[in-house]
């Protein structure tokens, strides 16, 4: 008897899995180093942006779902192919300094290690923030689980923490999409023009979230 009650107790616990991993959906994306997070939410139109507004950022429905995470990833961007001394990157990003203040409704972000990183932002159209504070992704790109709020970018990278863990990304309540790109330029985003390269990446949609937390994650 007991032995029957093991067997059934596994076959729903296989069940049980089978059907949140169901759940989940999965999307490979192609992502321009010219798409800018900030495209829909310039201080100024796009037609004055100097150096180009660059292209829309790849949009992603986040309705009902709980988590994303990447995987798969790989590609190579440069911000400033024109100079011998700039290397392309991964979606992780190189060597260089990110810093750009809040625009229209979005807030702007920073990362003083880094520049040209796979940015990502949850977005409601119907949402305006009372305010907005920049931030700082300094030394914090490796989180196991990040819980951004609406409307304030965030570091993506590949995907994954340095020694290969996949991240969490918690969707905030009533997010409606989530822009993919990258912040370029210090100050206002801008000189989008003379980007080079692209990331290719599988953004994967979890309605539940089937695990706990990593042991020690890191949430905004």
Request: charge should be negative.
């Amino acid at each position: 008897m007991t032995s029957r009650l093991g067997i059934l107790f596994l076959l729903i616990t296989l069940l049980s899995i089978g059907h949140l991993k169901a759940q989940d959906e999965r999307k490979e994306l192609d992502i321009s180093a010219q798409c800018n997070v900030f495209y829909h939410n310039l201080l100024i139109p796009q037609e004055f942006v100097r150096n180009g507004a660059g292209l829309p950022p790849v949009e992603v429905d986040v309705r009902g779902i709980k988590v994303i995470t990447f995987e798969h990833t790989s590609g190579t961007v440069n911000f400033c192919p024109w100079s011998d001394s700039c290397k392309d990157g991964d979606a992780d990003g190189g060597k260089g300094f990110t810093l750009i203040v809040n625009q229209k409704g979005m807030a702007g972000i920073a990362d003083f290690k880094r520049k040209a990183f796979l940015t990502g932002v949850f977005v409601n159209q119907s949402y305006i923030p009372e305010e907005l504070n920049w931030i700082d992704f300094t030394d914090h790109e490796n989180f196991l689980q990040w819980g951004p709020d609406l409307q304030y970018p965030f570091y993506i990278g590949d995907g994954l923490t340095n020694k290969g863990v996949t991240q969490q990304i918690l969707v905030p309540k009533d997010a409606e999409k989530l822009y993919l790109g990258f912040a370029d330029c210090v100050g206002s985003p801008e000189n989008y023009a003379d980007d080079k390269g692209n990331i290719h990446t599988t953004i994967v949609l979890h309605k539940s979230l089937s695990k706990r937390p990593p042991v020690g994650a890191i949430k905004n």
